[in-house]
T-cell receptor, first 115, second 116 residues
Framework: KAGVTQTPRYLIKTRGQQVTLSCSPI?????VSWYQQTPGQGLQFLFE???????NKGNFPGRFSGRQFSNSRSEMNVSTLELGDSALYLC??????????????FGSGTRLTVV | AQSVTQLDSQVPVFEEAPVELRCNYS??????LFWYVQYPNQGLQLLLK??????LVKGINGFEAEFNKSQTSFHLRKPSVHISDTAEYFC??????????????FGAGTTVTVRA
């Protein structure tokens, strides 16, 4: 059974640009959540999509957005990149949703560096 | 809102020694509890979870955790660590916020460094 696949693994972007990250969940999982991980702030929840609808949202500015497709694949987009957006972005999929008794399966992440 | 406190940010330990990572959470009627491990440049991997039943939960790689409802704790232990256990460990707690919808909260993480 394939795991959660995130592409690309590494990205370098310039301030002001925009970026799109992709996540393919485990087959059959309907929930996809995104997290930002930085040394200073730890793991911060961005948003969760369940059956193509955003179900939960963290406290991030509107520059951060996402969507989910009918095959449960998800993308997140960050517009007008800032230096502080440099982080490891993790995607996690679940059968039912955040932390339900099925738990979460994480991808290996996309390391975004903004210069 | 649920909060998760990992009491130690760094835990250095010698190889073959025991280790305990402490996790406390704010009270709730019912929660699911998880420990995840993150190796360098990788995502998080589930070590173990507590859903219900026996308060002692066994996970992968020889780890176990004990759920203590009265102390709202879920401490992780391993009786004898290996160099390969060097990683960051995250405690997570799931709250049911509405029907079929849960919120997962993570602790700040504990970095375990195993030395020979």
């Amino acid at each position: 059974k394939a795991g959660v696949t995130q592409t690309p693994r590494y990205l370098i972007k310039t301030r002001g640009q925009q970026v799109t990250l992709s996540c393919s969940p485990i087959s059959g999982h309907r929930s996809v959540s995104w997290y930002q991980q930085t040394p200073g702030q730890g793991l911060q929840f961005l948003f969760e999509y369940f059956s193509e609808t955003q179900r939960n949202k963290g406290n991030f500015p509107g520059r951060f957005s996402g969507r989910q497709f009918s095959n449960s694949r998800s993308e997140m987009n960050v517009s007008t990149l800032e230096l502080g957006d440099s982080a490891l972005y993790l995607c996690a999929s679940s059968h039912q949703g955040q932390g339900s008794n099925y738990g979460y399966t994480f991808g290996s992440g996309t390391r975004l560096t903004v210069v | 809102a649920q909060s998760v406190t990992q009491l130690d940010s760094q835990v250095p330990v010698f190889e073959e020694a025991p280790v305990e990572l402490r996790c406390n959470y704010s009270s709730s009627v019912s929660v699911y509890l998880f420990w995840y491990v993150q190796y360098p440049n990788q995502g998080l991997q589930l070590l173990l979870k507590y859903l219900s039943g026996s308060t002692l939960v066994k996970g992968i790689n020889g780890f176990e955790a004990e759920f203590n409802k009265s102390q709202t704790s879920f401490h992780l232990r391993k009786p004898s660590v290996h160099i390969s256990d060097t990683a960051e460990y995250f405690c997570a707690v799931s709250d049911r916020i509405r029907s079929n919808d849960y919120k997962l909260s993570f602790g700040a993480g504990t970095t375990v460094t195993v030395r020979a």
